[in-house]
């Protein structure tokens, strides 16, 4: 099953160029992420580098903020720590809201009420006021901004993976399992979950790209990451300040934000597109 939808998603990706510009776009803007600190960018905390407020020159390409710090460095660096905190809260997020998910779907009944109940209640609030109370109870930071998206997005894992499980636990090859007495958790571990995890997959790009987007809400207003450690969201806050007077400061981490999430939507696309039976045939 991995091998058919690997060689769908190699062949969809020669077909469609929308899916391919977001794969290359993301595998850029990761490989800055991860590995800027290598490049010769200088130090992104470095103070009085340059010309407080300066514009875009040769020596520095995307200005200097208000502290004369180079703004590439700050910029490159905001992309590995939005990118690292989305991506540690999503895992999180998709371990546990695929599971419970899963067990809402097969279990039936109490589980399933209390744990659909549990989906619309997160599902209701809205993510900055969980980030105000986490602010609250453990303080503005890194950790604050993890909790947050992982709560806002659960409820996206669970209402998907219950779906996609009910149809599932109604095929045969499930139904023989559990009348050959496989026990609860090998039904859904073994025979349920291989084939569930398409769908997850698919969930956990659109859940990237929201948990991006609520990283740098959160950080934008002061509730995620702290100087002098830089995000996208933090430096869209700096810019917002000087927006009239340094409008560089906004366009850069904004045009970044922005194409990650397109990026990231792209290739959700093309994975769905890839992955969706009907769609695999035609490519055949």
């Known amino acids: 099953m991995i091998a058919l939808a690997s060689a769908r998603l190699g062949r969809f990706f020669r077909r469609d160029s929308l899916g391919l510009l977001g794969a290359v776009l993301l595998l850029v803007l990761l490989i800055l992420g991860i590995f800027g600190d290598l490049l010769p960018l200088g130090d992104p905390n470095a103070i009085g580098a340059g010309p407080r407020l300066g514009a875009p020159s040769l020596a520095f390409p995307l200005g200097t903020d208000d502290l004369g710090r180079s703004y590439l460095p700050r910029v490159v660096e905001g ?22 998910g899963m067990a809402a779907g097969y279990l039936h009944g109490a589980t399933d009420h209390l744990i659909a109940r549990i989906a619309d209640i997160l599902f209701a609030f809205p993510a900055l006021l969980f980030g105000l109370l986490a602010a609250a109870v453990i303080g503005p930071g890194s950790i604050a901004a993890i909790v947050v998206i992982s709560t806002a997005t659960i409820p996206l894992f669970i209402r998907v993976v219950r779906s996609v499980t009910l149809s599932v636990a109604e095929r045969e090859f499930v139904v023989a399992a559990v009348v050959s007495g496989a026990s609860t958790w090998r039904v859904m571990l073994v025979h349920l979950l291989p084939n569930i995890l398409g769908a997850a997959i698919i969930q956990l790009t659109y859940a990237l790209s929201v948990s991006m987007i609520i990283e740098s809400a959160l950080s934008f207003l002061g509730l995620g990451v702290q100087p002098p450690a830089a995000s996208l969201g933090s430096l869209l806050r700096l810019g917002s300040v000087y927006l009239t007077i340094a409008p560089w400061l906004v366009l850069a981490p904004g045009l970044v934000l922005a194409a990650a999430i397109m990026s990231i939507n792209l290739l959700g696309d093309a994975i769905r597109d890839a992955l969706d039976p009907l769609r695999g045939r035609s490519l055949k």
């Open 79 to 100: 992309i590995g720590v939005t990118f690292l905190l989305s991506a540690i809260a999503v895992i999180i997020t998709a371990v546990i809201g695929t599971l419970l």
